[in-house]
Structures are given as C-alpha cells and as structure tokens.
C-alpha cells in the first residue's frame, strides 16, 4: 500500500501550486471539473499525487513540526544545497531539525506553514 494522494488546504492555490513546481518539481495535472471550489492537482511521483484546495480562513496548526504533523519525501543528498536555495527563493523557511540522526536530511516551512522533511533518497532507515 502506497500514498494516491494527499490533500492541503491554502489560501492561494495558484502560489502554492507554483511553489511546488518550482522547488520540488512536481508537474502541474489536469484536475476533475467536478469540484466546485479553486483547486489544483499535481503529480509527486507516479500514482502519486497532491491535491490543493482553497479554504479562504486556512491557518496552519500548531502541531506542523517536527515532532508532529510534517511530511517526509525522499531527494538525493547531493542536491540539497541547490533544493534548499530554490525552497527559500520559492519563500520557504529552513528549520533545523531537534534531533540527530544518522540519515542526512533537513526541514523546511512552505508558505502555507506547512512542514516538510527532506531526507537522502538513498538512506538506510534507523533502527
């Protein structure tokens, strides 16, 4: 069992769309035309999807952190230098991370305030 997709609530789907597709590379997709409110669809990976919804009184939580509520996708270690300049042109924040780990990854805040992890697509999970 795989992800499909995953949803996100923003206040600005064409920023937040763009901002995706800037930084991390996920391609803009076409999108059902059965929903009634702005939204945008775009392709992570095969049969991998995020899905953007406007919500006009969207407001992270709180619990968006690294010991709470982030999401985690894999990029090759040698091109975080160039992944992390792009998020904080895109207008993402750098977090460090709380712990150490064997696993050479970093965290950033999108826009939305949402967390992402990045982590070396060739790692070893810990144990």
Do not use: C
Not at 75 to 96: M, N, S, T
């Amino acid at each position: 069992m795989s992800f499909a997709h995953y949803t996100l609530a923003t206040r600005d789907v064409v920023r937040s769309r763009e901002f995706f597709a800037e930084t991390l590379g996920w391609e803009p997709i076409e999108r059902p035309d059965n929903i009634e409110i702005e939204a945008a669809w775009l392709r992570i990976a095969p049969g991998q999807e995020l899905r953007l919804l406007h919500v006009p009184d969207f407001a992270s939580s709180d619990f968006e952190r690294e010991y709470g509520r982030h999401f985690a996708v894999d990029y090759p270690a040698d091109g975080f230098a160039e992944l992390k300049e792009r998020l904080v042109e895109g207008g993402a924040e750098l977090i460090e991370p709380i712990r150490d780990t064997s696993i050479e990854r970093f965290f950033s805040r999108d826009p939305n305030g949402y967390i992402f992890e990045v982590v070396d697509a060739n790692y070893t999970p810990e144990v």
